[in-house]
């Protein structure tokens, strides 16, 4: 197949964005709609809007950034896995009860929604995994350090959005300091998951199809754009 037809073909990251897309606008007609008109004053409907609109400017720019990048199919069900997740905590197991809410042990606070935290770490590792062997980045003695820090970073980043979240509605339903710290323990908790996961489990998601590159795909800058291979 000529290059044209490599540039007109679909690859995994552009499905995976695709079927994001129609799964959201499946769940705002069949929920979103019918809890924005009863609860359209509450402040957890607009904290919950303003982490719908985080994610999708999230997922947009990966994908624009990242879409030359070959990747498994694995790997992606992987990060919808953790996606889908983090929506199913929302869901209402019986009146006034979220699973977000739902104790997991009985010390401290583990809650279902920690375990989100740690999952969610987990893919965020083997994403950012995935995107250094595309790239041919050895970190060498420095991976693991590097790796952690890249996953509690990333973890860090969406405490912050929730603070912003909770200074700008007051009444919002994120929980305070505590929670906050809750959370970045759980997201360490499955950054050490993550890098003490056997390399040959790492390798299954991360590793990338083989991997072309051609002439007209190397843009001024010299990097070349990486294209999956067909054959």
Request: glycine residues 10%; contains cysteine; charged residues 20%.
């Given at each position: ?25 499946l769940m705002a007609v069949l929920f ?200």
């Amino acid at each position: 197949m000529g290059e044209a037809g490599h540039r007109g073909r679909l690859r995994p990251l552009d499905w995976a964005v695709l079927v994001n897309l129609g799964l959201f606008g499946l769940m705002a007609v069949l929920f979103y709609w019918d809890r924005f008109a009863v609860h359209r004053k509450s402040p957890n409907l607009r904290e919950f809007f303003v982490y719908a609109c985080v994610f999708a400017v999230l997922i947009g720019w990966l994908w624009w950034r990242l879409r030359t990048v070959p990747v498994r199919w694995r790997l992606l069900a992987a990060g919808e896995a953790g996606l889908l997740l983090h929506f199913a905590g929302g869901a209402t197991i019986r009146p006034g009860l979220r699973l977000y809410d739902v104790r997991l042990l009985p010390w401290a606070d583990m809650r279902f929604d920690k375990l989100v935290h740690v999952v969610a770490c987990v893919v965020v590792g083997l994403l950012a995994g995935a995107i250094l062997r595309a790239y041919g980045v050895s970190l060498g003695r420095l991976r693991t350090t590097a790796t952690i820090l890249i996953v509690v970073g990333v973890g860090a980043l969406w405490e912050i959005c929730e603070y912003l979240v909770v200074s700008t509605f007051p009444d919002a339903g994120v929980g305070g300091y505590d929670n906050n710290m809750q959370d970045m323990i759980s997201n360490l908790v499955g950054a050490f998951v993550y890098v003490l996961l056997p390399d040959r489990w790492r390798g299954f998601f991360e590793d990338a199809p083989e991997a072309t590159m051609t002439g007209a795909d190397v843009p001024a800058g010299g990097a070349p754009h990486l294209e999956a291979s067909h054959r």
